[in-house]
């Protein structure tokens, strides 16, 4: 079966401006995660959805928001860009959470 | 809060060696305990999980690992290296419908 769908691969933005990044979960997946990842700080949550509702939520500025479809698809939305917010974007799609989680490829956000 | 330590951002073994990467925990209750393996430029691929059904826990490629909750360690081992192992290798606690990462370990397989 399809596994976790990240769009796009790859994006360059500038200073100030706001991305949205989407995930497509592996079908019959109802939790979709997101994660952020730099050399610096490694591996960071952001937030969880599980049937279009936000069960638990990283330490990230309000920048940074999520939202979950009816379909269990999701995107996140990071506003008023910063050159810190540059980093590889991940999500995960899981049936239950504590089954395991399947990653996306990613994407990789450079903010300049 | 919970917390993963990994012991050494990079291990060197020689092709036919063993590999063990060391994880340990911080976890009050019996926690769900993950291993993911990250190769240059892509995902996360889980290895294994531990969800209390057994302590020795065996994942894909060769991998295993044993839950030792005397020691809160979740040691990640493979009797056999081989050169497709070099990748980055993450162990990571369930909490609260998040995971909780360790730094990582590079693993480096020497000809």
């Known amino acids: 079966k399809a596994g976790v769908t990240q769009t796009p691969r790859y994006l360059i933005k500038t200073r100030g401006q706001q991305v949205t990044l989407s995930c497509s979960p592996i079908?019959?997946?109802?939790?979709v995660s997101w994660y952020q990842q730099t050399p610096g700080q490694g591996l960071q949550f952001l937030f969880e959805?599980?049937?279009?509702?936000?069960?638990n939520k990283g330490n990230f500025p309000g920048r940074f928001s999520g939202r979950q479809f009816s379909n269990s698809r999701s995107e996140m939305n990071v506003s008023t860009l910063e050159l810190g917010d540059s980093a590889l974007y991940l999500c995960?799609?899981?049936?239950?959470?504590?089954?395991?989680?399947?990653f996306g490829s990613g994407t990789r956000l450079t903010v300049v | 809060a919970q917390s993963v330590t990994q012991l050494g951002s990079h291990v060197s073994v020689s092709e036919g060696a063993l590999v063990l990467l060391r994880c340990n925990y911080s976890?009050?209750?019996?926690?769900?305990l993950f291993w993911y393996v990250q190769y240059p430029n892509q995902g996360l691929q889980l290895l294994l999980k531990?969800?209390?059904?057994a302590t020795l826990v065996k994942g894909i490629n060769g991998f295993e690992a044993e839950f030792k909750k005397s020691e809160t360690s979740f040691h990640l081992t493979k009797p056999s290296a081989h050169m497709s192992d070099a990748a980055e290798y993450f162990c990571?606690?369930?909490?609260?419908?998040?995971?909780?990462w360790g730094a990582g370990t590079k693993l480096i397989i020497k000809p």
């Open positions: 995960a799609s899981s049936f239950a959470g504590t089954d395991g989680y399947t």
């Open positions: 079908s019959g997946h109802r939790s």
């Open positions: 959805y599980f049937s279009e509702t936000q069960r």
């Open positions: 976890s009050s209750v019996p926690p769900y």
């Open positions: 531990y969800t209390s059904a």
């Open positions: 990571a606690v369930d909490s609260n419908y998040q995971l909780i």
